[in-house]
């Protein structure tokens, strides 16, 4: 049996994290020892190594209650398993191509300033200033 402290530690996971976990149905609610202190098993250990592994990938709390009941039934097939990692992974790369349009548009509004100017003539504050805004509001 391990303590609260133990799983902590040997999953990285905080004791607040567990306990929500906890909370979410996401682990068994702990056996409790005579001193009323959370004991854990070696499944439990498992559990939260997956969660882990999981929410390090970006997964939402429903995708792994989701991914945690489809483990309890190992003959099935792993269809929806796929389809959660895929819809993940769509919405990864969308993120991605955000992110990547944001670096662009930085990397315009950084190159026009060369930091020389005042505040009234930044780009930097001018182009936050103007965008958005359509071309019969300027």
Do not use: W
């Amino acid at each position: 049996m391990l303590s609260i402290g133990d799983l902590s530690k040997r999953t990285g996971v905080k004791v607040p994290t567990i306990r929500y976990y906890e909370q979410m149905g996401l682990i068994a609610a702990a056996e409790r020892s005579e001193g009323n202190q959370r004991r854990y098993e070696r499944s439990d250990l498992e559990r939260l190594a997956f969660i882990r592994h999981a929410r390090d990938l970006g997964l939402d709390i429903p995708a792994i209650r989701e991914l945690i009941a489809l483990s309890q039934h190992p003959s099935e097939p792993c269809a929806n398993a796929d389809r959660i990692a895929a819809d993940h992974l769509a919405a990864v790369r969308q993120k991605i191509e955000r992110l990547k349009k944001l670096e662009h548009e930085l990397e315009r509004i950084v190159s026009q300033c060369d930091g020389g100017h005042s505040i009234e003539d930044c780009y930097v504050i001018r182009s936050l200033s103007d965008h958005g805004l359509c071309e019969s509001e300027h």
